[in-house]
């Protein structure tokens, strides 16, 4: 069991520029969450799908995109890459039953110049 | 709208010390999570609390909710160098579809010789 798998660990983009974060879960879970973490903060959620074909808005979704086309997979996209996007990313999913913890993925280190 | 807060956001404690973290939010939850997080890594799940007097431990640390406060407490018993991380509680909104955490601040615990 993999777990939680993101690609890729790092990336520089320059701003304007797209690029797409892909999250990979092998454990069958009904929800998967897209998280941004930025120095000296806690984590807030992007985006969130609580089952294949469904995303819905967290806490600060605005510059982002997704798609969950296969359960396994959450995609975050960046369409128009900002300095204010460097950040680091963190994809979870947990089970859609009555086992409610999140588990993480290692994290995405995006730096926007 | 949800808010955790977490004091405090940094501690400084000496190896066999006693301390505690308190983790308080704004509206009725009945789950709350911490985890911790090394330098540079991902997060781990420590605690699950799913109920009003939950307490759970785990080697020098244990975990209680409080819903009718709406406050979690993180202590640390004896504590050794290998606790320094940042510990953050995260707690799951009553209501919200698809079980949206909202993190606190974290607190950087440093543990000196």
Redesign the interface.
Do not use: I
């Given at each position: 069991n993999a777990g939680v798998t993101q690609t890729p660990k790092f990336r520089v983009l320059k701003t304007g520029q797209s690029m797409t974060l892909l999250c990979a879960q092998d454990m069958n879970h009904e929800?998967m969450?897209w998280y941004r973490q930025d120095p000296?903060?806690?984590?807030?959620?992007i985006h969130?799908?609580?089952g294949e074909g469904t995303t819905?808005k967290?806490?600060v979704p605005d510059g982002y995109n997704v798609s969950r086309l296969k359960k396994q997979n959450f995609l975050l996209g960046l369409e128009s890459a900002a300095p204010s996007q460097t950040s680091v990313y963190?994809c979870a999913s947990?089970s859609g039953t009555s086992a409610?913890?999140?588990?993480?993925?290692?994290?995405t280190r995006l730096t926007v110049l | 709208e949800l808010k955790v807060e977490q004091n405090p956001l940094f501690l400084s404690m000496q190896e066999g010390k006693n301390y505690t973290i308190y983790c308080n939010y704004s509206t009725t939850s009945d789950r709350l999570y911490w985890y911790r997080q090394d330098p540079g890594k991902s997060l781990e799940s420590l605690f699950v609390l799913l109920s009003n007097g939950a307490v759970k431990q785990e080697g020098r640390l244990m975990a209680s909710l409080d819903t009718k406060a709406r406050l979690s407490t993180l202590h640390i018993t004896a504590a050794v160098h290998d606790l320094s991380a940042t510990y953050f509680c995260a707690v799951d909104g009553v209501g919200t579809s698809g079980s949206r955490l909202t993190f606190g601040e974290g607190t950087q615990l440093t543990v000196n010789p």
């Open positions: 929800y969450y000296g903060m806690g984590l807030r959620l969130y799908s609580v819905a967290g806490e963190f947990r409610y913890e999140q588990f993480f993925g290692p994290g | -």
